[in-house]
T-cell receptor, first 113, second 111 residues
Framework: DSGVTQTPKHLITATGQRVTLRCSPR?????VYWYQQSLDQGLQFLIQ???????AKGNILERFSAQQFPDLHSELNLSSLELGDSALYFC????????????FGPGTRLTVL | GQNIDQPTEMTATEGAIVQINCTYQ??????LFWYQQHAGEAPTFLSY????GLEEKGRFSSFLSRSKGYSYLLLKELQMKDSASYLC????????????FGTGTRLKVLA
């Protein structure tokens, strides 16, 4: 158990819908990262927050947005969902958000029908 | 462009040593990471290298040469439980920070 929690574990929804994925980092970690993993594209970095501020940005679609709240939990919002958004979404946390060890949560499996 | 290359699959025998190579081309460099991922599970951190040289951590070692854009992960005394995918990732510092992952090397350890 990494200490990072993600909810829900599974999510099934329809195209065009909007969903919110939630992540709670390990106690004491200030930085949160979001990743998408699909079978054909491997692990893709989406975005990183540090203490509530955006720190780094990957190839995150404009339909996706995220934020980190004052209690350091984070949410990833996915809107206008498409079939291709079906994937495993991982959240990770680290202490400083610099070159340090990231601890991954168990992931949320999103299925878009 | 930005690219990370690693072999797709490797097979080795229990008790042996295996080296998984990773080459990268990124616009900037601020660290290289190795992760292990068992099927259906989340990645777990193995090591990171920022400076050239070898970092050793138990049965696992990771090497970096920044001038060659090259790293390897060395696994010694292979065990069946080491059968997993190994992901190489670079923290790119080109304009803004981001993490770029290779597609992973699937290692199969045979008895």
């Amino acid at each position: 158990d990494s200490g990072v929690t993600q909810t829900p574990k599974h999510l099934i929804t329809a195209t065009g819908q909007r969903v919110t994925l939630r992540c709670s980092p390990r106690s004491g970690d200030l930085s949160v990262y979001w990743y998408q993993q699909s079978l054909d594209q491997g692990l893709q970095f989406l975005i990183q927050y540090y203490n509530g501020e955006e720190r780094a940005k990957g190839n995150i679609l404009e339909r996706f947005s995220a934020q980190q709240f004052p209690d350091l939990h984070s949410e990833l919002n996915l809107s206008s969902l498409e079939l291709g958004d079906s994937a495993l979404y991982f959240c990770a946390s680290s202490a400083t958000g610099l070159v340090d060890e990231q601890f991954f949560g168990p992931g949320t499996r999103l299925t878009v029908l | 462009g930005q690219n990370i290359d690693q072999p797709t699959e490797m097979t080795a025998t229990e008790g042996a040593i295996v080296q998984i190579n990773c080459t990268y081309q990124t616009s900037g460099f601020n660290g290289l990471f190795w992760y292990q991922q068992h099927a259906g599970e989340a990645p777990t951190f193995l090591s990171y290298n920022v400076l050239d040289g070898l970092e050793e951590k138990g049965r696992f070692s990771s090497f970096l040469s920044r001038s060659k854009g090259y790293s390897y992960l060395l696994l010694k005394e292979l065990q069946m439980k080491d059968s997993a995918s190994y992901l190489c990732a670079v923290r790119d510092l080109g304009g803004t920070y981001k993490y770029i992952f290779g597609t992973g090397t699937r290692l199969k350890v045979l008895a």
